[in-house]
């Protein structure tokens, strides 16, 4: 796992395989190892990287504020680090907004988009939806972390054969810095690409959970509707956690989706 110094941070990243680049971004409170499945799955064929974003796992956690913007900018300087022209980039929820954001910011470094449990901008939601964001959002930066660690895994993996999956999420929750937590919360609540999104010309695959219950449906079919030629996949059964919770269905899509990318280059 190498470890760069890039915008002034140290980023602590996977790196594994050879061929065409697909970057992985986590979410919220994640780190780039919890890609497990999927870059075990595509080191096979591509070379993946997964980084740990500044404010998470084993990277630096400077004082904030942080923006989506400038996790972006993290993002676009590794791949200059490591002398990558473009790349196929996937996020997840924090991750998702940091892509769409490298699409605006970097279109050049972008060669498609997979964004999974995302949204454009999170408060553009109805009062009822809004109010239970909010008491999300009260949990997530009042209580101590160890029991808003308890209290995400639980809404990540509520079922009886979910335990393992629970208690390591809850364990990765509980292990972050609070400072860096909290602005990493700001940057997400702070974000809004919505007058942007015309703008995207790259391909891109939207992913939804049928059970999300963390980014409400709605914002997610208006990400899907406001970006130029965008395909949209629901996949059954799974919560906001898609590449965890149902990595075989996640793989077969993204895969899916790459070649059709590689077929129109």
């Not at 609070?178 to 990493?184: D, G, P, V």
């Amino acid at each position: 796992m190498p470890v760069l110094t890039v915008n002034g941070v140290t980023l602590n990243a996977v790196d594994e395989g050879s061929g065409d680049v697909i970057v992985f971004l986590h979410g919220l409170g994640s780190c780039g190892e919890d890609w497990v499945f999927q870059t075990a799955f595509f080191c096979v064929n591509y070379r993946v990287l997964a980084p740990d974003m500044r404010g998470h796992g084993r990277s630096s956690k400077p004082a904030g504020p942080y923006s989506i913007a400038l996790f972006a900018s993290d993002v676009a300087a590794m791949l200059d680090a490591l002398s990558i022209g473009r790349a196929h980039v996937v996020g997840l929820s924090l991750g998702g907004l940091v892509a769409l954001q490298m699409a605006l910011d970097f279109p050049d470094r972008v060669r498609s988009l997979a964004l999974t449990n995302a949204f454009a901008h999170l408060l553009s939601v109805d009062a009822a939806r809004l109010a239970r964001l909010a008491w999300r959002g009260v949990i997530s930066l009042a209580l101590p972390l160890d029991r808003s660690a308890q209290h995400v895994a639980r809404s990540l993996f509520p079922f009886p054969h979910q335990a393992e999956l629970r208690r390591l999420t809850a364990a990765r929750f509980a292990a972050n810095d609070r400072a860096a937590y909290r602005a990493s919360i700001a940057a997400i609540r702070r974000f809004d690409s919505r007058r942007h999104l015309h703008r995207v010309a790259r391909p891109v695959l939207i992913v939804t959970g049928d059970r999300d219950r963390t980014v409400p449906r709605s914002l997610q079919r208006r990400l899907a509707q406001s970006i130029p030629g965008a395909r949209w996949e629901i996949v059954r059964d799974s919560g906001h956690a898609t590449p965890i919770d149902q990595p075989e269905a996640y793989n077969t899509l993204l895969a899916s989706f790459f070649r059709n990318v590689g077929a129109r280059d």
